[in-house]
């Protein structure tokens, strides 16, 4: 029996490290339901699921960049935690986009994410670091502000990751 145990011990020891990986706290881009598209004030768009990406697409902007925007909400978020968002993006045409961290509530405040992206035809891949600030519990969200121009948008893949320390 004590052999069997040793093995077992043995043979269990080096996977443990290879499940070391982060957890993506944010859904499949390639559902539907993982996402929420946001239209609003004259801000209007499509949203579809191609393959195993999200394709958004601005079909009227309004001069105000957030009238059409997708999310990824009821994130649980701690306070003062690190994290890391890794997106793979490309556009139907050359574009700018924000990828952007808030709470998911009035009075919608960023909580350590805001970043600019220029996007191409080609797909590329984006990473960033932040710590959470001004979270709200289970009510925080993460994604893309896309009114600022009309035209596609996919999301190829997107994680999000807590740093432990």
């Given at each position: 029996?004590?052999?069997?145990?040793?093995?077992?011990?043995?043979?269990?020891?080096?996977?443990?490290?290879?499940?070391?990986?982060?957890?993506?706290?944010?859904?499949?881009?390639?559902?539907?339901?993982?996402?929420?598209?946001?239209?609003?004030?004259?801000?209007?768009?499509?949203?579809?699921?191609?393959?195993?990406?999200?394709?958004?697409?601005?079909?009227?902007?309004?001069?105000?960049?957030?009238?059409?925007?997708?999310?990824?909400?009821?994130?649980?978020?701690?306070e003062?935690?690190?994290?890391?968002?890794?997106?793979?993006?490309r556009?139907?045409?050359?574009?700018?986009?924000?990828?952007?961290?808030?709470?998911?509530?009035?009075?919608?405040?960023?909580?350590?994410?805001?970043?600019?992206?220029?996007?191409?035809?080609?797909?590329?891949?984006?990473?960033?670091?932040?710590?959470?600030?001004?979270?709200?519990?289970?009510?925080?969200?993460?994604?893309?502000?896309?009114?600022?121009?009309?035209?596609?948008?996919?999301?190829?893949e997107?994680?999000?990751?807590?740093?432990?320390?």
């Open positions: 029996m004590k052999r069997l145990l040793t093995f077992a011990v043995i043979a269990l020891v080096p996977s443990i490290g290879i499940c070391d990986d982060a957890k993506n706290l944010l859904k499949p881009v390639n559902k539907t339901d993982s996402w929420r598209f946001e239209k609003t004030q004259g801000g209007e768009g499509e949203f579809k699921v191609v393959d195993d990406a999200a394709v958004f697409k601005v079909t009227k902007t309004t001069g105000t960049n957030w009238h059409v925007q997708a999310f990824q909400v009821d994130l649980d978020l701690k003062g935690a690190d994290y890391t968002v890794k997106v793979k993006l556009a139907g045409e050359s574009r700018s986009v924000t990828l952007v961290a808030m709470i998911d509530k009035d009075d919608w405040h960023e909580i350590g994410l805001h970043e600019d992206l220029n996007l191409t035809k080609n797909n590329q891949t984006f990473e960033f670091s932040f710590r959470a600030r001004g979270v709200a519990e289970k009510k925080n969200r993460i994604g893309l502000v896309l009114g600022d121009e009309k035209g596609e948008v996919t999301v190829q997107m994680s999000l990751t807590e740093k432990k320390p």
